[in-house]
């Protein structure tokens, strides 16, 4: 199985910035992608971002498109989501997975944006943006 270790988050103002880092190990070929979640208070843990590891294949929720970039780091086994632009709406616990699922989208093969369809998980960091 896919062990996830995450880092960053914090708190930070209102249009500022903050880079999350979420390590794998024991990765195996089923560790398909990882993707990217958050769960606000009192929310359903909602899709983010997804990146395959074969071919850097990437996709986001309409939500943050343009202000996060997910990207990866192959020799690191390390999953990176800048996000810019911050909103206070964007406050919530974020969460990295990987996902063994493929998906066929107009574009390709991407990765799943479903929750169920993800089968290890980080510890979750809280993010924090005061207006």
């Known amino acids: 199985q896919v062990q996830l270790v995450q880092s960053g988050g914090g708190w930070v103002q209102a249009g500022g910035s903050l880079r999350l880092s979420c390590v794998t190990s024991?990765?195996?070929?089923?560790?398909?992608?990882i993707g990217w979640f958050r769960q606000g208070p009192g929310k359903d843990r909602e899709f983010i971002a997804a990146?395959?590891?074969?071919?850097?294949?990437?996709r986001y929720a309409d939500s943050v498109k343009g202000r996060f970039t997910i990207s990866g780091d192959k020799a690191s086994n390390t999953v990176f989501l800048q996000m810019n632009s911050l909103k206070p709406d964007d406050t919530a616990v974020y969460y990295c997975?990987?996902?063994?699922?493929?998906?066929?989208?107009?574009?390709?093969?991407?990765?799943?944006?479903?929750?169920?369809?993800?089968?290890?998980w980080g510890q979750g960091t809280q993010v924090t943006v005061s207006s």
């Open positions: 024991g990765r195996t070929p089923s560790a398909y992608a």
């Open positions: 990146r395959t590891w074969n071919v850097g294949s990437t």
């Open positions: 997975a990987s996902s063994p699922r493929r998906v066929y989208t107009s574009t390709g093969l991407s990765a799943s944006v479903y929750p169920s369809d993800y089968d290890s």
